[in-house]
């Protein structure tokens, strides 16, 4: 390790004093202005984790749904997975070393995870549409280099293809070919396989309308559409020549305001879709005949894809088992018709995606996602290998069934929750199917929830256990959270900190059956007490706007009402 070249080209890139950053839920994430340093310490760190795994290693340069002035920074490990929990702590220690202890910090760092510092180093790259994401990647491989790693830098590309090059490279092309081609001949291949036969193919069936954040995912669908053309005509909006990334558009816009992006022209039954800023993660909606929006998200995606594969299964007669992974923010309506309908094992974790990934590696077949669109579906070895055989041996229709599993295979990005790749199988299930969106939604019925930010003095006083379900400390607050449900049917709420702002998270969801009507009414009696107690003690936050405007909508239920006195006791709490 040449220290003194370390020094020199890290003095370029040199760390604001003071400055402190956590590798958090998807890597760094703050304002582009304060991360050049993070990028060029990540660049270093890359090659020490591939020196140490002997093999490629990712780094994505990207703040998926964040505002176009943030930007951010992850790694990718040897399968196309996150970080491995110990490297993101070297991240950690690593980006906030001031800068003349950070050469120092990363001998420690060399040293602690045996890195055999002679091994080669290799290192792929990849940036979404930001301003600062090519010169922060730039940063990123001034890095790489100076520590002596080889590196090839992708340029453009969503999160999940920087994944799936990651994870070619390292099983020498068994997964597939490390370009953007190999990338879209593979899904394109599958999903037109699995199509032809279908007895569908009416302009309904055949057109979507795709919202795509004005990100990265406008240029890639754009790349990729002349090879589905055949099979699925897409119609693409917020692609990034007009609007600004991520403003009033994309999956995190619509899923958390509950209503379609700006800049869409939306006709009522028309099936819609939105990316994310770096297309990781998408959600489906429709306008009814009213005019009513309807929101698909992922745990109805999770629950489509389930059905389908369940079918396939039966159809060849074999028994793999499958189980669906969900976090505690999945409707509990999901939940029950996954187990009590389909029969299907549902699993809660964490949130975030790598606790969903580990969990689904247990399963033959593991369906992941989270309710906001992130997920896929991964295919043990063993399972792959059995498929593939029975593609060849069974007849009929058991064959027909093993060979759509095969492409199903093919079509989903193992590596990472891919919006371009969960759009494909999910069209070609409701082409397959003859669903129309309307039907899919039927399903079944969500419960009608809510989900708040509030803003506190330290979030880490909160701790849970149970995948974020039940709070350990402070004391009593579970106590008076357990109160507050058993007063409603089917009710569930908890609360947790957040592990990408700095913030706590309230959600509560209750039956349909909990009146909306009598808001106004409980407004102006028990609850104005604590409301106006509240705002008295100077209160004067976000959340207090929404609750009001909500309020005077008269939107909220007898529930909602008292989570958010709830949450003021809460904030009384933090403040004292
Ligand atoms: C990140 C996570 C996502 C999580 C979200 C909210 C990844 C790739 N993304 O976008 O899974 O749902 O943050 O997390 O892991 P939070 O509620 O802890 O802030
Ligand atoms: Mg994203």
Known sequence: MDLDAIREYSALHAKPSG??????????????????????????????????????????????????????????????????????????CLANAEE??????????????????????????????????EKLSQSVIDGVTVLGGQFHDYGLLTTPQLHYMVYCRNTSGQYGKATIEGYYEKLSKAFMELTKQAFCSGDEYRSLKVD??????????????????????????????????????????????????????????????????????????????????????????????????????????????????????????????LEEVMKVSVYCTKTGVKHLHHKAQEFDIGVYFEANGHGTVLFSKAAETKIKQLAKELEDKKREAAKMLENVID??????????????????????????????????????????????????????????????????????????????KLSRAFVRPSGTEDIVRVYAEADSQVSWGSAIEKMCSESLTTWVVGLVAG????????????????????????????????QNYFHQ
């Not at 402190?20 to 270093?44: C, I, P, S």
């Not at 760190?45 to 920074?73: C, F, W, Y």
């Not at 990034?240 to 869409?264: R, Y």
């Not at 706007?545 to 008269?554: Q, T």
């Open 19 to 92: 400055l402190v950053l956590q590798y958090g839920t998807a890597g760094f994430r703050t304002k582009a202005e304060h991360l050049d340093h993070v990028m060029f310490r990540m660049g270093l760190l890359a090659v020490l984790r591939s020196k140490q795994t002997k093999s490629t290693i990712g780094v994505m340069v990207t703040a998926s749904h964040n505002p176009e002035e943030d930007n951010g920074v992850k790694l990718v490990d040897p399968l196309g997975e996150m970080l491995a929990p110990s490297w993101e702590e070297h991240a950690t």
């Open 212 to 337: 795509c954040a004005n990100g990265i995912g406008a240029l890639k669908l754009r790349e990729m559409e002349h090879y589905i053309s055949q099979g699925l005509s897409v119609q693409l909006f917020n692609d990034g020549t007009k609007g600004k990334l991520n403003h009033l558009c994309g999956a995190d816009f619509v899923k958390s305001h509950q209503k379609p992006p700006q800049g869409m022209e939306m006709k009522s039954n028309e099936r819609c879709c939105s990316f994310d800023g770096d297309a990781d993660r998408i959600v489906y909606y429709y306008l009814d005949v009213d005019g009513h929006f309807h929101l698909i998200d992922g745990d109805k995606i999770a629950t489509l894809i389930s059905s389908f594969l369940k079918e396939l299964l039966l159809e060849i007669g074999e028994s793999l088992n499958i189980g669906v992974v969900q976090t505690a923010y999945a409707n509990g309506s999901s939940t029950r018709y």
């Open 539 to 570: 209160e004067k936050n976000y959340f207090n706007s929404v609750a009001v405007s909500l309020i005077i909508k008269g939107l909220m239920s007898d529930l909602f009402m008292q989570i958010f006195r709830f949450i003021l006791i809460l």
């Open 411 to 488: 079509l989903f990005n193992q590596a990472a929750g891919d919006a371009i790749s969960d759009m494909l199988v999910i069209e070609a299930i409701l082409i397959l199917k003859g669903l129309t969106v309307q039907q899919w939604d039927a399903l079944y019925t969500d419960l009608p929830n809510r989900q708040l930010k509030v803003k506190v003095a330290d979030r880490q006083v909160i701790s849970t256990t149970d995948a974020e379900r039940q709070v350990v400390t402070p004391p009593g607050l579970q106590e008076a959270i357990n109160d507050l449900v058993k007063k409603y």
């Open 100 to 133: 003349h202890e950070m050469p120092r910090v990363l001998m420690d760092i060399s040293v602690k995870a045996a890195v055999n510092l002679h091994q080669d180093a290799f290192v792929v790259i990849g940036r979404d549409t930001r301003p600062s994401s």
